[in-house]
């Protein structure tokens, strides 16, 4: 199935779908028309205290989002990378401004590849 890029409008297919579908989805919070059940606890956490609790129901809304919205992917690690635990240099950069990251480790169901989610986090 093809689609088009939400940002460039170029067209998208493959592995790159499924991961435009799945930053989509853990952004959405119910509040699609048509697509009701397509929802995601994260928003609603957005504001909460950065501690340890928080953080774990942070990855579980991600993936039971995942698991009930995206058919495509399985899901296989998911942590959140706070600033003072950023250990790779890639991750201390991403958290050098103070905010946490997500980190997904999933593979595409269609093709057997790792899920690149590099660029979805902004």
Do not use: W
């Not at 435009?20 to 609603?44: E, F, K, Y």
């Not at 942590?79 to 003072?84: E, F, I, L, Q």
Request: hydrophobic share 45%; glycine share 8%; proline share 3%.
């Amino acid at each position: 199935m093809s689609g088009y890029d939400a940002r460039t409008g170029k067209p998208l297919e493959g592995d790159a779908r499924i991961v435009q579908s799945i930053g989509r989805l853990i952004v959405t919070n119910g509040d699609l028309v048509m697509r009701r059940d397509l929802a995601c606890a994260l928003p609603d956490l957005i504001d909460a205290p950065g501690n340890d609790v928080v953080r774990m129901l942070y990855c579980a809304a991600v993936a039971t989002a995942i698991h009930e919205g995206e058919s495509r992917a399985n899901l296989r690690t998911l942590k959140v990378v706070a600033p003072d635990e950023a250990s790779d240099l890639n991750a201390a950069l991403l958290v050098a401004d103070g905010q946490s990251v997500l980190v997904l480790d999933a593979v595409s169901l269609e093709t057997g590849k790792a899920l690149n989610f590099g660029e979805l986090v902004s």
